[in-house]
């Protein structure tokens, strides 16, 4: 499982609150990534790390906004969670850059309900 | 971007069966990968398949890079294989993300 821990695992909040998802890792990868799953759309892209301070967006980032002040840790926030925020959310790292290291190893997931 | 078509979308087979799954790029693409879904949610990394063929038990997966597919092979099914299974690859053309299919579900049945 490459040491990747997520919390909170569930979530339920209300619409118009700010939500925080916490990504942790032990290994010291550089690479680490946010996507949502959600039915029929497989998994998306939010945003990404490639070192610390160092993000960029994926291909659905409206919306949120992410963090990574020490290598372990990635952080995603709604800043202002909507219903259609409601999704399963996994965290990734990426091994290496080259082969055959290259490769990406999720996390359990959070599952968040916005009401 | 890319776009990865995988198919069928949905597979029933009986226990002790054989099915090959597809994935489709539109574009060259590298760091192809394989991952199944469990029906609890977790994400396991099966292959990284750029090119060739890798074999891992009783899961094998092909890709012919030159023609932009890959196939994922599970012999003598078990319960224990269903899920979904996802596709993904990184476009040759730059932004080194990875690009997913929508996936197929695949139901074993005793």
């Known amino acids: ?115 | 971007g890319i776009q990865v078509e995988q198919s069928p979308p949905d597979l029933i087979l009986q226990e002790g069966a054989n099915s090959t799954l597809r994935c489709n790029f539109s574009d060259s693409v590298n760091n192809l990968q394989w991952f199944h879904q469990n029906p609890w949610g977790q994400l396991i990394n099966l292959f990284y398949i750029p090119s060739g063929t890798k074999q891992n038990g009783r899961l094998s997966a092909t890709t012919v890079a030159t023609e932009r597919y890959s196939l994922l092979y599970i012999s003598s099914s078990q319960t224990t294989d269903s899920g979904v299974y996802f596709c993904a690859g990184v476009s040759n053309f730059g932004n080194e993300k990875l690009t997913f299919g929508t996936g197929t579900r695949l139901t074993i049945i005793p």
């Open chain 1, 1 to 115: 499982d490459a040491g990747i821990t997520q919390s909170p695992r569930h979530k339920v909040t209300e619409t118009g609150t700010p939500v925080t998802l916490r990504c942790h890792q032990t290994e010291n990868h550089r690479y680490m990534y946010w996507y949502r799953q959600d039915p029929g759309h497989g998994l998306r892209l939010i945003h990404y790390s490639y070192g610390v301070k160092d993000t960029d967006k994926g291909e659905v980032s409206d919306g949120y906004s992410v963090s990574r002040s020490k290598t372990e840790d990635f952080l995603l926030t709604l800043e202002s969670a909507t219903s259609s925020q409601t999704s399963v959310y996994f965290c990734a790292i990426r091994t290496g850059l080259a082969a055959p290291l290259d490769t990406q190893y999720f996390g359990p997931g959070t599952r968040l309900t916005v009401l």
